[in-house]
């Protein structure tokens, strides 16, 4: 998987951003050539293809460019060249190269980007009415989206009336009456629903540029501004609502990316589709608002740029029909078997996609963990998550040989990558399966890096066999974000280290067989310097642990203890006092680990289930509003989510310190929203004594609180959000 742009789409941004910076205009856009770029070689222009006029305008949108670009290329020229024959192509495309301008008329009075319009076609006469038509009265040609097909018409043909209306950012728009006007063609085989694909698609590719656009613009603005001596990012809640503006702008260009990319290989986008136009309309305008607020006065100024992009972003999601009219469009249904997946086109090119064997692997997995635990099992972990009834189904995945599925062979691993490794997480979320994350993904990954050979040769074949359990002592009554400041100590006494101290919330504690212990081994070095991390043998009988039961009512954490733990040298990690660098790089795997779209399927699929179930009265619950939209909601919630996952693994071993940081931000506050909305679903329209709904209700209830946790483990989010905003926007980070 690679979400990098091709070198074609890397060329045309290039083009772009260099004819912009010069002259941000439609009359520069027109003499640098890019309305060009996608017309067809025999008729004087480059003949490149959708995903590259996607690249021109995100970089347009970008730019803030206001112009008839959108209109032209986005709605005009990519339809045209999907849906056109090649004699329409070069009747209607003629003037493309040089300036002329085309539109669409798509929404009407009653709706935005209709399946069925009001709008008729008969005997290639059209009558109706269209509404926010963008610079109909500048355009040679329009195309017309009816009950019978898509037509093209020039806007000065008898019997089409353009009335101008007003938008936010001040640039042409119409309404648009036929009465009886004759088209000049129909795009044959052409549908309505293949034409608001491609105009969403198109809409998607701008939007992820203003948004980007916007971010940049607000991070230089905070970052160089300063109030009280200090630049504005330096402050906390800054730097928060910066974060919260770079995820958003994030998400929107993964589904963008992922919608051209499907569109433009010939596969079905309309799932993506659904959930890009939602997240458009619900995410974008909100966090426009928020770019206003961090300009404080200056983004008021009608001549300083945050205002073109408000405002585009705003006449965008009025064309939508905005965020109830879209979530209506998310599609709901069950949970899709994997499909057979794509290969790559080439090495080097684009692909957002699962291959074959990688959907092979998914659906292996789905099948493996739907009947992986017995109800005994599931009945004993209830209450206790780390026992013996835990260690018999992961020593049962480790003999199955399911614990390998990222690692690397030469440690014991099936080879697979970090997008395999994904997949597996993905799919044991999704069926509620305990996994030994904290081992399995976090220490033996880094020991895999930073551990001795001894150690390799100890652990690592017995954390793939599903025998040995860690658990992280980090966390301490005075150091809980503020790691650095931990006190636990460990002196050197010979062969051994001397270990005293005290570790709070250390998850599975009880029941592990060594701690992933961070202790300071240098009291005179500055607090990050002097950490090291040691490997704790829990039989030592200086070690102990209180049992700590949490809100769901089960025993997962603990506090510890260390009175004189002796812990023979060779059980250092890493080099002493370099222990830093190895908690960094296990925060990084855990802050992935904790963010799996997985969750989010285990919800739906759960609530979708008893929705389609007809209740006490007969009725599914599925037939109100109010339950199809939440669960579209947490289905375009889910699929952002596996977008951010599926970036994050595509990058490989290195994983970048902003998007770990944001996937983590991102799935655990959104899965505690999708909890909430299920649970007033369910609480709403189901009746708590059906055992069915009773079930479903203690599940929700437990996922509710279980899921309150990850917000702060790993890293306190608001400790994550800095982490953004100074290394994903490299602006001044807030002081410590």
């Not at 670009?69 to 493309?96: C, K, W």
């Not at 929404?107 to 209709?114: H, I, N, S």
């Not at 990222?406 to 970090?418: D, T, V």
Request: with cysteine; glycine share 10%; hydrophobic share 40%.
């Amino acid at each position: 998987m690679d979400f990098s742009p091709d070198p074609e789409q890397q060329a045309v941004a290039d083009v772009v951003t260099s004819v912009l910076d010069r002259d941000n205009s439609w009359e520069a856009l027109v003499a640098g050539g890019v309305t060009a770029l996608a017309v067809p070689e025999r008729l004087g222009g480059d003949g490149v293809g959708l995903s590259e006029v996607a690249t021109a305008l995100t970089e347009i949108g970008r730019h803030g460019t206001i112009s008839p670009a959108l209109a032209a290329l986005g709605f005009g020229l990519v339809p045209l060249l999907e849906l056109a024959t090649e004699a329409q192509q070069d009747r209607y495309l003629a003037g493309v190269a040089k300036g002329a301008v085309l539109t669409a008329a798509l929404d009407e009075p009653t709706a935005a980007l209709p399946e069925q319009p009001g709008v008729t076609l008969a005997g290639n006469r059209l009558s109706g009415t269209k509404i926010g038509v963008p610079f109909a009265e500048q355009a040679e040609w329009m195309l017309v989206t009816a009950d019978s097909g898509v037509a093209v018409i020039s806007p000065k043909a008898p019997g089409v009336q353009l009335t101008k209306t007003p938008t936010a950012n001040h640039s042409d728009e119409y309404v648009v009456v036929f009465d009886g006007a004759e088209a000049d063609a129909v795009l044959d085989g052409a549908s309505v629903h293949q034409m608001n694909h491609l105009a969403l698609a198109m809409i998607g590719a701008y939007t992820s540029g203003l948004v980007a656009g916007a971010l940049r613009l607000t991070a230089d603005y905070v970052g160089s501004r300063e109030q009280f001596g200090r630049p504005l990012s330096t402050f906390q809640t800054v730097a928060a609502q910066l974060s919260e503006i770079y995820i958003v702008s994030r998400t929107i260009t993964l589904a963008a990316t992922s919608v051209v990319w499907r569109l433009a290989n010939g596969l079905d986008a309309s799932d993506d589709l659904g959930v890009l136009g939602y997240w458009i309309t619900s995410q974008a305008p909100p966090v426009m608002q928020l770019c206003h607020h961090l300009h404080g006065g200056m983004g008021m100024d009608v001549d300083y740029p945050m205002d073109r992009y408000y405002s585009t972003i705003k006449d965008l999601n009025r064309l939508l029909g905005g965020r109830s009219h879209r979530l209506d469009r998310v599609e709901v249904a069950s949970a899709a078997e994997p499909g057979e997946g794509q290969q790559p086109a080439a090495a080097g090119a684009m692909f957002v996609d699962l291959t074959p064997e990688q959907r092979k692997l998914q659906a292996e997995l789905r099948e493996y963990f739907a009947n992986l635990i017995t109800p005994d099992e599931e009945k004993a972990m209830a209450t206790d998550r780390h026992n013996e009834a835990y260690r018999a189904v992961i020593r049962r995945m480790g003999r199955d040989g399911k614990l390998g599925v990222g690692w690397p062979k030469e440690f014991g691993g099936l080879g697979f990558g970090p997008i395999e490794q994904q997949i597996f997480v993905n799919e044991a979320q999704r069926a509620d399966i305990p996994l030994p994350a904290v081992t399995l993904q976090t220490v033996g990954p880094t020991l895999q890096v930073y551990g001795n050979e001894a150690q390799k040769k100890k652990f690592l074949p017995d954390i793939l066999a599903g025998e040995v359990h860690f658990a992280i002592g980090y966390t301490e009554p005075e150091a809980g974000t503020d790691l650095a400041s931990l006190r636990t100590t460990a002196v050197r006494d010979g062969d051994h280290y001397i270990v005293n101290g005290q570790k709070v919330f250390t998850t599975g504690a009880h029941d592990a067989d060594y701690i992933w212990l961070a202790v300071r081994t240098d009291p005179t070095a500055v607090k990050h310097k002097g950490i090291s991390i040691l490997i704790v043998d829990t039989k030592d009988p200086g070690y102990s642990w209180t049992p700590m039961i949490l809100s769901d009512g089960a025993h997962h954490t603990n506090a510890t203890y260390y009175n004189d733990v002796r812990v023979p040298v060779d059980m250092l990690v890493g080099e002493e006092n370099g222990g830093w660098k190895l908690i960094t790089t296990q925060l990084n795997n855990e802050r992935v680990m904790l963010g799996p779209a997985g969750r989010f399927g285990a919800i739906y699929d759960k609530v979708y289930a008893w929705a389609t179930t007809p209740g006490g009265d007969g009725v599914n619950p599925i037939s109100h509003d109010a339950v199809k939209r939440g669960l579209g909601e947490i289905h375009a919630m889910f699929r952002i989510n596996e977008l951010l996952n599926w970036q994050v693994a595509a990058a490989g071993e290195i994983i970048d310190v902003a998007d770990a940081a944001a996937t983590k931000v991102f799935g655990t506050e959104r899965i505690q929203y999708a909890g909430r909305l299920a649970e007033e679903i369910v609480g709403c329209y189901g009746n708590p004594a059906d055992p069915a709904t009773a079930a479903l209700l203690r599940w929700l209830d437990v996922q509710t609180k279980r899921n309150l946790v990850i917000t702060f483990g790993g890293g306190v989010n608001e400790v994550m959000r800095e982490m953004i905003a100074a290394s994903g926007l490299k602006v001044p980070r807030v002081p410590r």
